[in-house]
């Protein structure tokens, strides 16, 4: 049985705030991805949305609130770089890696001694967390490894069966995964860009926070191959495009491109799509023009390499994400 698609209207809001009371799984818009959420403080709950991901059970999850107030019940001290950053950009897209308080399950924090937790902004989202009254802890509602979905639609694609229903809140505007800051050590660490860039952190925290590295606590968004279509796919330089088509063209290989700036060659006949040019934008499509290109089950998928800039630093990340390649460590 697949989950409902509801538009998120106040009745299918409140089905959904019972729905995790009952300790059922629910898939809610947010403005970054959906969410496949449980009720925080229920740990068969939220081990149910590991089986439903097919994601290892001690990884961590983001527990997601109706406002900043929320934070002391789950975190033991709030550091003041994380109390400005929340103020500056809360709600919105961005997951604080904070001290946990001794009573969150382990199973929510892989137990390890910190939470991520995030107050979103999409209306749905608070809509629900403030019927809900409580912690809802929620991952990208995808199968684990794969691609992000940014519609109620890619949800019931996904992992439709495991859940009692699907909100829909039409597609995501940001459409890739919150920025991550840690703040677990003495300096804050970026975990995973996002659409709140260095540039703009720096600016709130007085100095750029520093890269992950491997010392840095486990993100599973962090694993080289995370985010990849079922298809391989490959990075080529603007100017490389052409003959990259070319080779495979040569070699009788099915050949799915994802443009930016580059115009389709008049004799391609594959699937074909020009991305914005803009960062944001980008972003935006990203995950649905994956998907689109990794259903036309071409042997490979080309991706047109964005501008090295920090503007496209989060879509780098999730672009070096997608073409990894490597099986060995996709988990
Ligand atoms: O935009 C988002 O953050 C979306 C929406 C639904 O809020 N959620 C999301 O969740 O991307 P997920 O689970 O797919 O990725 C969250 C990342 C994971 O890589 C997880 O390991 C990391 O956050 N994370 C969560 N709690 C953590 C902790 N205590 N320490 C280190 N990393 C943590
Ligand atoms: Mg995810």
Redesign the pocket.
Known sequence: MTARIEQATPAAIARAASALRAGELVAFP?E????LGADARNPDAVRAIFAAKGRPAD????V?LAEFAAIEAWARTIPEGARRLAAAFWPG?L?L?LP?RADVDDVV??G?D???L?V?SHPVARALLAAFGGGVA????NRFGRI?PTTAQHVADNVGDALALILDGGACAVGI??T?V?F?AAEPVL??P?AIGAAALAQVLGHTPRAADVGA??????LASHYAPMTRATLASPGALRVEILRRQERDENVAVLARAARRPADFSGAWIAAPSEPDAYAHDLYANLRALDAARADEILIEAPPAEPAWHAVLDRLSRATHGNDDDRD
């Open positions: 947010t970054t991805v959906y969410g990884h961590p999850v983001i997601h897209p997951t890696i946990r924090t892989g390890q910190s939470v991520g995030r979103p929620a991952p990208s509602a992000s995964e919150s991550i840690a677990v975990l995973r996002g606590p486990r993100a599973s968004g962090t």
